[in-house]
């Protein structure tokens, strides 16, 4: 039965992420935008209620999840979990600030990672830890099947060398899940990820970069040299085998790519009802019945980027639905995140635009938004990317034949 | 006996499967060709000069048809059981009846009386005619009414206009319609020869708005007197009751349903960039005088402009949908078989990344629809949905249809292929409202 609504059961938890994200990330964005690289206490209180809530639960907000897949009839029916949840709760906080939600402690790339293919053992032992992913190297940026960090086996711990540039919490985290190839002459098939835990010798935050936006989340890049971890820190399984380690890998960029799309449209939502909202004061207000060239070009403009925002958003939710209902969703997933990135960097550009010298400049938090929001176009795979994805699936091609 | 939905569709399927017309999908039978043309002639309806539409039943009020009581509490993009086997039904007569016809009938400037009769064949009207005058519907169901339209657009856009013209004129009677105008006027869309329906919304004027209409209506002493000009009406020539909207003096905006034999009821046959297959016309009216119960939605239903416009821009928004996913295939197809410089065109960026965008654009047209629609179907407020949707649709059915010819170069712009003729279509998105109705 089709339905594009927001299910009632999900809504208290939404409730919830847009009321953090109003009274407790809006309030200390421009703070820890100016001040780049000073961690953002504020958060510390929050992250620990979501780790208790995990702890406590199956991850957040897993009561409010449908796990069955029957409705109170008895009939069988389509599940809204874990993705849909993660989608919708990060519209709200992206709206609040992406900068500081994208450094919420314990809720990192790497702890997904780990959440993934990481085995009992291992799971129990990195619990309530904060984890980092590090996979781009300065050589190696979209073709990430092309990194050369290694790792190499000696006894009972590996020997990972290596430099990995644009980690995400890199330095905040307590934990950094490495990919590196254990065969560089066996390409992708060779690459393993390994958890580093902070303050193991031969591994260094090489620096801090400054950045355009997302400035509350610190970016690092990091050093490995001789750095030994043990043995059991490989995650998943260390044979070198078709359609494990880096397959599996970049098959939880499918899982991702949804929530990046949800973050440019929390942004770009931020950007616009702002906008409309400084419009509505001076009684400029799109009318959504006759013809849009029968307005103002203003209203005009409004009208296409909520168009424009309303779609991302529709294409997002698809592809969390799909993942829910275990419906394989990467070309879905790549759609949603090419379209999000692209018209959410639009729409928050746009809206300085409209707003002029209010929105260009620091009293306002539009131009803020404009410099957050590009990432998204960016991380997890650039537009590009995305596109590449996208076509191949449609066309049928292989990496070889569509490069 | 009351039937279930299932039932329902399974009726129509039947009827659909044992008629004659399906074998010329394969093979076509000179035979049975000319015993088919006899068939087609001897329920053909001509221009009468009196009414054909007389009540044969009663509609109560409790029989009217209603959106659907109980809302989903899950978002899902599941089709349900009827609209899986409805679709696969309209999927092999978009691919084998429609498609074939596309160029004929853009070239002739009308669908042919043969498709006409064929379509009538499915019995669509009848998802959208109450149980009490025989139809099938047991909800108001905009929804299936969208999944129609993407379906036979996929086939043609212009075909896909002229057959929803009918099912568009009776969704406006179904939810409109007073229950003596249901009565009256439905169940000519039930039988073997059904009648041919349409709406006459546009006008020709600059900055035409659908809530301003130059088309008046003046109350008379016994009914109301019409005066103005209809444009782009779809299925225009063939159509023996239309649904004009007019500007009716004191009140507002209003529809009225008028025969073709009405005196100083003028049609004239209309040319367009790429809607020849849609057979579109102008309506002239000058001093059209209709009794008192033309006037839709007399007595006990409350008559709802905006409704009638938003589920318009459903309905087309759809055939822009259904037009775009068979852009989408074709191009996939085409690139994929045409080999430059060494290999296929689709090995490179600059086209596979088109294309890629072309379908991202398209499921989100697709999206954006289907959850109007669904909201209209729920009863829920949809008129910012529908606008958004239309917008949307409008601008990058547009983009669609230019990228299709573009792909194919040389070859797009001829007509070897469709392209062109869906370049010159998906342009009428932005243009077109109230023509048709979910």
């Known amino acids: 039965m089709i339905n594009l609504e927001i299910p009632p059961r999900l809504k208290g938890m939404i409730h919830l992420a847009s009321e953090v994200a109003e009274s407790m990330l809006r309030p200390i964005s421009r703070k820890y935008d100016t001040h780049e690289h000073t961690y953002p206490v504020e958060l510390d209180v929050f992250g620990k209620i979501l780790q208790g809530m995990e702890d406590g639960g199956q991850g957040v907000g897993a009561s409010h999840i449908s796990k069955k897949e029957e409705n109170d009839a008895g009939e069988k029916c389509v599940k809204n979990g874990k993705n849909m949840l993660a989608v919708l709760t990060l519209f709200e906080m992206a709206w609040g600030d992406l900068g500081l939600t994208l450094t919420i402690p314990g809720q990192g790339l790497g702890n997904s990672a780990i959440a993934a293919v990481a085995s009992a053992e291992q799971k129990a032992r990195f619990s309530g830890k904060w984890a980092a992913m590090a996979i781009t190297e300065p050589g190696a940026g979209s073709d990430s099947s092309n990194i050369s960090t290694t790792a190499v086996l000696d006894g009972e711990t590996w020997v990972l060398n290596g430099e990995k540039i644009f980690v995400t919490c890199g330095e905040r985290a307590d934990l950094t899940v490495v990919w590196a190839t254990t065969d560089k002459s066996k390409g992708k098939v060779g690459i393993k990820s390994f958890v580093v835990e902070k303050g193991t010798p031969g591994f260094s935050v090489e620096r801090v970069e400054d950045k355009m936006g997302i400035r509350a989340s610190d970016t690092v890049s990091l050093i490995l040299r001789d750095c030994r971890i043990p043995k059991n820190n490989l995650l998943g399984k260390p044979e070198v085998k078709e359609d494990q380690g880096f397959a599996g890998a970049m098959q939880t960029f499918d899982n991702t790519r949804p929530v990046v799309a949800a973050m440019a449209i929390g942004v770009a939502k931020a950007s616009l009802d702002l906008t409309k909202d400084f419009f509505a004061r001076e009684g400029i207000e799109p009318d959504y019945r006759g013809s849009v060239w029968d307005q103002g070009a203003i209203e005009a403009e409004i009208i296409r980027m909520e168009a424009e925002l309303e779609a991302s958003r529709l294409l997002t939710l698809k592809a969390a639905w799909m993942a829910d209902n275990g419906q394989p969703n990467s070309k879905e997933a790549s759609m949603a995140k090419a379209k999000a990135g692209r018209v959410g960097t639009k729409i928050s550009l746009r809206c300085v635009e409209l707003c002029g010298a209010i929105g260009y400049g620091e009293t306002e938090l539009l131009e803020k938004w404009a410099r957050d929001i590009k990432i998204t176009d960016i991380f997890e795979g650039t537009q590009q990317i995305q596109q590449l994805i996208i076509a191949r699936r449609l066309l049928r091609k292989s990496s070889k034949e569509l490069h | ?438």
């Open chain 2, 1 to 438: 006996m009351k039937r279930t939905p299932i039932g329902h569709v399974l009726q129509i399927l039947n009827r659909f499967s044992t008629s004659p017309v399906i074998d010329k999908w394969g093979i076509r039978h000179r035979a049975e060709e000319l015993i088919y043309q006899g068939v087609k002639t001897g329920v053909q309806v001509g221009v009468v000069a009196q009414s054909k539409f007389k009540p044969i039943k009663e509609l109560l009020p409790e029989d009217r048809l209603r959106v659907a009581s109980k809302p989903p509490k899950r978002f899902d993009l599941s089709l349900t059981e009827e609209q899986r086997m409805l679709r696969e039904m309209l999927v092999r007569f978009s691919a084998n009846v429609l498609r074939p016809e596309a160029r004929k009938a853009d070239k002739a400037w009308d669908i042919s009386d043969e498709v006409l009769a064929q379509s009538q064949e499915l019995g669509l009207n009848l998802l959208a005619i109450p149980e009490a005058l025989d139809g099938a519907a047991t909800a108001r169901s905009p929804l299936t009414s969208c999944l129609i339209a993407e379906e036979l657009a996929k086939g043609d856009f212009s075909l896909a206009m002229a057959l929803l013209a009918p099912l568009s004129f009776v969704n406006a009677l179904s939810e409109f319609g007073s229950s003596a105008q249901q009565a009256r006027f439905l169940p000519a869309f039930v039988g073997e020869a059904m009648a041919v329906a349409t709406m006459a919304f546009m006008e020709p004027t600059l900055r035409f708005a659908p809530t301003r209409f130059k088309t008046t209506a003046t109350k008379v002493a016994d009914g109301y007197r019409l005066c103005g000009v209809k444009t782009m009406v779809p299925l225009g020539k063939r159509a023996e009751v239309f649904l004009v909207l007019a500007h009716l003096k004191g009140v507002g905006p209003r529809g009225f349903i008028v025969e073709s034999h009405a005196k100083g009821f003028k049609v004239e046959h209309q040319r367009s960039m790429g809607l020849g297959g849609a057979g579109l016309a102008e309506i002239h009216l000058d001093r059209v005088l209709v009794p008192r119960n033309a006037l839709l939605g007399e007595k006990e239903i409350q008559y709802n402009h905006a409704r009638l416009v938003d589920l318009g821009r459903l309905a087309l928004c759809s055939l822009m949908v259904g037009a775009c996913e068979a852009a989408v295939d074709y191009v996939i197809d085409y690139g994929n078989q045409r080999i430059a410089f060494g290999e296929p065109i689709t090995h490179r960026q600059g086209v596979a990344f088109t294309i890629a965008d072309m379908a991202t654009e398209t499921e989100a047209m697709r999206l954006m629809v289907l959850r109007a629609a669904s909201r209209a179907e729920q009863g829920l407020a949809f008129q910012k949905e529908a606008f958004l949707a239309h917008t949307f649709c409008a601008e990058h059915a547009m983009i669609i249809g230019s990228n299709s010819v573009q792909l194919l170069g040389g070859h797009g712009f001829v007509c070897e292929h469709p392209t062109e003729l869906w370049y010159r279509q998906l342009r009428a998105g932005a243009v077109l409202v109230g023509n048709l109705m979910a």
